[in-house]
């Protein structure tokens, strides 16, 4: 189950909440998370960290479920894989790139800005 951050809408032009702890994020690869009542993914790919949506928008399969491959999330559903550099699903498949979110690491955690789901509510 993912956890649930924010508890409202950010009420400033640049609002960040602390969503994961990276130590936990490292271990784990993947976690779900809730932030602004917006369901997410976190991902920790070789030192890189991500945050996308955590539903496939091709099948809707949750991503959190999913495996992370040299820089791409697999979905746990079909054989297509995402870009965590740009959201671009692989070759052949009927469906729009994958939504990325903004993410920070700082002091151990990792950071989701909050303003950029806004728009998703």
């Known amino acids: 189950m993912a956890e649930d951050?924010?508890?409202?809408?950010?009420r400033s032009q640049d609002q960040w909440f602390p969503v994961c702890s990276l130590p936990r994020l490292t271990a784990e690869?993947?976690?779900?998370?809730?932030?602004?009542?917006?369901?997410?993914?976190?991902?920790?790919?070789?030192?890189?960290?991500?945050?996308?949506?955590?539903a496939c928008p091709h099948e809707q399969a949750d991503l959190a479920?999913?495996?992370v491959v040299k820089g791409r999330l697999a979905?746990?559903?079909?054989?297509?894989?995402f870009s965590l550099i740009d959201g671009a699903i692989s070759d052949?498949?009927?469906?729009r790139p994958l939504r990325l979110y903004p993410v920070r690491v700082e002091r151990g955690e990792v950071f989701i800005n909050a303003t950029a789901l806004k728009s998703l509510r």
Do not use: K
């Not at 690869?29 to 949506?53: N, Y």
């Not at 979905?75 to 894989?81: G, T």
């Not at 052949?92 to 469906?95: D, E, I, L, Q, T």
């Open 29 to 54: 690869g993947i976690v779900a998370v809730r932030v602004a009542g917006v369901d997410l993914a976190l991902i920790s790919d070789g030192g890189m960290v991500s945050a996308c949506e955590r």
């Open 65 to 67: 479920c999913g495996r």
């Open 5 to 10: 951050w924010t508890g409202g809408v950010a």
């Open 92 to 95: 052949g498949w009927p469906s």
């Open 75 to 81: 979905c746990p559903r079909h054989d297509a894989s």
